[in-house]
């Protein structure tokens, strides 16, 4: 069965960094764009970052473009999200998606992210 484990998340202050990490297993992750979407209590899932198949194109909400960076391990079925210069509108709880933005079929159980000094 399709499984997507996220890690990584935890306690940052703002200016700071986390790197986040999602293994996937259960399907051919090299089929797939893979996402990641945060939630913040009280409002709906938010779309994040996005990465081709291959890697080759990656794709981000405005809020975070030049701070965070996608990536992703064809060979090891992960994908990471690091996130730079952290601000407290960061905090979520950030999802790993398997789809594109806005079209998912599987996501993770999530890993908390706050971003308090």
């Known amino acids: 069965q399709v499984q997507l484990v996220e890690s990584g998340g935890g306690l940052a202050q703002p200016g700071g960094s986390l790197r986040l990490s999602c293994a996937a297993s259960?399907?051919?992750?090299?089929?797939?764009?893979m996402s990641w979407a945060r939630r913040v209590p009280g409002k709906g899932l938010e779309w994040v970052s996005g990465i081709w198949k291959d890697g080759t194109d990656t794709w981000y909400i405005d809020s975070v473009k030049g701070r965070f960076t996608i990536a992703r391990d064809n060979d090891k079925n992960m994908v990471y999200l690091q996130m730079n210069s952290l601000k407290p509108e960061d905090t979520a709880l950030y999802y790993c998606?398997?789809?594109?933005?806005?079209?998912?079929?599987?996501w993770g159980q999530g890993t908390q992210v706050t971003v308090s000094s």
């Open positions: 259960g399907f051919t992750f090299s089929l797939y764009t």
């Open positions: 998606a398997r789809g594109p933005r806005g079209d998912y079929d599987y």
